[in-house]
């Protein structure tokens, strides 16, 4: 074979030294970043893993006005946020423009606050604070009495809430949760704000404060109506109404397809298949459940799903964000991808993408972007939706209002008369000056 007479005297194999040479050059290659000057090189690029995340950016069937209502809710959750910072401030329920310039990132806007708080008048009023003529902000009457309202609502249902908690709990592995993953998704459940003080601690026949973050349960009602899956209500009736065999309706769950929905080759007869799967439900407990089976199990998979329906159907707005329910993973015993299991099913469940969020819907539950059966506590959000929903329009008696009727009450200004003129408080310290530019006078009005 033929060899090459190298520097220093020894003999090299000529493909030896050629693989070396290749080798040393494709190492360089991969640690020069792609640009213009070498965009010329071939590279190998590495396949995409196809992941839950990725299939939901894909070309999937959309729901519109389910998207549509994540939108808005999101705007409204925004504007609720805002209320609640401003019933915090120690001088009154109000707050000076340029203090709320500063939150753009506590509320998570992707407008400045001014533009936000403009968009909603019919939530938000602006006026000038004497005796400096101040441009402030505070919660219009109309807004005020409906978070009031639902407030109220809330409370009266105290019992009901007290069901849903037992309900949960009995849905766990071991009959217990932790509290944190209630309190994150407490409007979503319908929960007061002090729930662990006016139900948790309050009703402790039903519930039992294992330690600072862990709530039980000390007894649990199998045997009684509460131990029954909703479900199993809508398969009772279909069985009495339409008259289906007890072989197609024992283990089936209510399917809605999305308008446009693509059926595969296959789909409907799989889709059949595993309607008629028998599965643990999910308030039966036993020792075999441990959700943790071996990677495609069936049972398993549809053990699952009914416990994802019976708790969508706990929710006030039979909703809930993906990130909210990861927190009950671990109580309820759900070991597997929650995205997986929601995107194969879309009759069932509907995952929108919209508002830098995944929010999940029970299909079932809602007819357009209405609930099917609505509830006194979505009845007052809705209302406080249609404020979102009529934007700019309808301003006339807002414009029309006279100098009485946009001054803040005599009672928020005792605290103001005493305050140092020369300084602000504000959630991060104090700031000189005290003065706040009019931010919503520079916006435009087709903004």
């Not at 938000?124 to 409906?146: G, H, I, Q, S």
């Not at 662990?196 to 862990?214: A, C, G, P």
């Not at 283990?251 to 929905?261: A, E, K």
């Not at 789909?267 to 990677?295: C, G």
Request: glycine fraction near 6%; hydrophobic fraction near 35%; aromatic fraction near 8%.
């Amino acid at each position: 074979m033929m060899t090459i007479l190298v520097r220093l005297g020894q003999k090299v194999n000529v493909t030896q030294f050629l693989f070396k040479k290749s080798n040393q050059v494709h190492s360089s290659l991969s640690e020069i970043p792609y640009g213009p000057f070498n965009s010329s090189l071939q590279r190998r690029w590495k396949k995409l893993q196809e992941t839950a995340k990725t299939r939901m950016q894909e070309q999937r069937t959309r729901d519109h006005k389910l998207d549509k209502l994540v939108l808005r809710l999101r705007q409204l959750n925004r504007a609720l946020s805002l209320q609640q910072i401003m019933s915090t401030r120690k001088r009154g329920p109000y707050v000076s423009l340029q203090i709320i310039s500063r939150w753009k990132n506590v509320l998570s806007l992707n407008i400045p606050p001014g533009s936000f708080i403009r968009k909603y008048p019919h939530i938000f009023e602006v006026f000038a604070l004497p005796p400096r003529r101040n441009m402030c902000c505070k919660v219009t009457k109309k807004m005020r009495d409906l978070i009031r309202e639902e407030e109220s609502i809330v409370r009266e249902l105290e019992l009901e809430n007290v069901v849903r908690l037992k309900k949960i709990l009995m849905m766990s592995v071991n009959g217990k949760l932790n509290i944190h993953a209630l309190r994150l998704s407490r409007r979503e459940l319908g929960l007061p704000i002090d729930f662990r003080e006016s139900i948790l601690s309050k009703y402790s026949d039903d519930f039992v404060l294992i330690d600072l973050e862990t709530v039980g349960l000390v007894e649990s009602d199998k045997k009684g109506l509460r131990g029954v899956a909703e479900v199993e209500k809508w398969r009772e009736k279909e069985f009495r109404e339409k008259w289906l065999s007890e072989f197609e309706t024992k283990y089936s769950f209510p399917i809605n397809f999305p308008t446009g929905f693509s059926f595969e080759p296959g789909f409907r007869e799989r889709l059949k298949n595993w309607q008629r799967l028998p599965y643990v439900k999910p308030y039966d407990r036993t020792e075999s459940v441990r959700i943790r089976t071996n990677k495609g199990n069936d049972q398993f998979e549809k053990r699952v799903v009914g416990v994802l329906h019976e708790f969508l159907c706990l929710t006030v707005s039979k909703m809930i964000e993906v990130q909210q329910l990861v927190h009950f993973r671990k109580g309820l015993g759900i070991e597997v991808n929650l995205r997986e299991v929601i995107l194969k099913h879309p009759g069932i469940f509907y995952i929108s993408t919209k508002g830098n969020a995944e929010t999940v819907f029970l299909r079932e539950g809602y007819i357009g972007w209405c609930l099917a059966e609505p509830n006194s506590v979505d009845t007052a959000r809705r209302k406080m939706l249609e404020l979102i929903l009529l934007g700019v329009r309808n301003t006339k008696q807002l414009r029309t209002r006279t100098e009485n009727e946009i001054i803040i009450d005599q009672n928020e200004l005792e605290n103001e008369e005493n305050v140092n003129t020369n300084e602000t408080e504000n959630d991060w310290g104090t700031y000189a000056g005290g003065w706040a530019i009019p931010i919503l006078d520079t916006f435009d009005a087709n903004e």
